[in-house]
């Protein structure tokens, strides 16, 4: 079982940015893909960008060009940076590991307000 924590969340205005975090346990980090995910308010959860371990990325289109997906797997982490925030993207956003045909792994979220 691998624990996922994120950090990073809080409330900022509509232009700015934020940096979340997920620190993940265990050694296995550097073979683990990994992803964010978001829920926003009223809808489902939804993938918002995701990192190979190779480095490779993806990412949902409406967060093209301002959100960015990292790894540093010598401190077990993943980050989001988030840029240009607007209201649309206030949301729970999760960390996750996708483990193919088995059940993912899941962090307990992080709340991010993007609010005057």
């Known amino acids: 079982q691998v624990q996922l924590v994120e950090s990073g969340g809080g409330l900022v205005q509509p232009g700015g940015s934020l940096r979340l975090s997920c620190a993940a346990s265990?050694?296995?980090?550097?073979?683990?893909?990994m992803a964010w995910y978001r829920q926003r308010p009223g809808k489902q959860r939804e993938l918002v960008a995701a990192?190979?371990?190779?480095?490779?990325?993806n990412y949902a289109d409406s967060v093209k060009g301002r959100f960015t997906i990292s790894r540093d797997n010598a401190k077990s982490t993943v980050y989001l940076q988030m840029n240009s925030l607007t209201p649309d993207d206030t949301a729970v956003y999760y960390c996750?590991?996708?483990?193919?045909?088995?059940?993912?792994?899941w962090g307990q979220g992080t709340q991010v307000t993007v609010s005057s």
């Open positions: 996750n590991v996708p483990r193919g045909n088995m059940k993912p792994y």
């Open positions: 265990g050694n296995d980090f550097s073979t683990y893909a």
């Open positions: 990192i190979t371990t190779g480095g490779g990325t």
